[in-house]
């Protein structure tokens, strides 16, 4: 059996859930999803600057955690930009 999963904090709500190469119709394109915790460590790390251990407090998470968190993110934009695909930043 699973640990049960922690109830994270999330404050940040995106103000566009979709980005995507110009002049390519987004039917044609193939959708790298992005999870609002991912959102949410690389604003708190790569946008505000915070440290992990802040950042971690933050999302009320271990640094670990986070950690995969931020790495899940960050793969997940450098596939869609590299490949030219749409980013789908879940609501």
């Known amino acids: 059996m699973t640990r049960p999963r922690l109830c994270r904090k999330l404050r940040f709500k995106p103000k566009a859930h979709y980005f995507k190469p110009q002049g390519i119709p987004l039917c ?3 959708e790298v999803n992005l999870t609002k ?6 604003k708190l ?3 505000d600057g915070l440290e992990q ?4 407090q933050k999302m ?5 955690t986070f950690q995969r968190i931020l790495t899940s993110a960050r793969i997940k934009i450098a596939k ?3 490949n030219g695909e ?4 879940e609501e």
């Not at 009320?60 to 670990?64: A, E, L, V």
């Not at 749409?86 to 930043?89: F, P, R, T, V």
Request: without cysteine; hydrophobic residues 45%; aromatic residues 4%.
């Open 28 to 30: 044609e394109l193939a």
């Open 37 to 42: 915790e991912e959102m949410e460590a690389i």
């Open 45 to 47: 790390k790569d946008f």
């Open 53 to 56: 251990t802040e950042s971690a």
């Open 60 to 64: 009320n998470t271990s640094q670990s």
């Open 80 to 82: 869609a930009i590299v």
């Open 86 to 89: 749409a980013l789908k930043i």
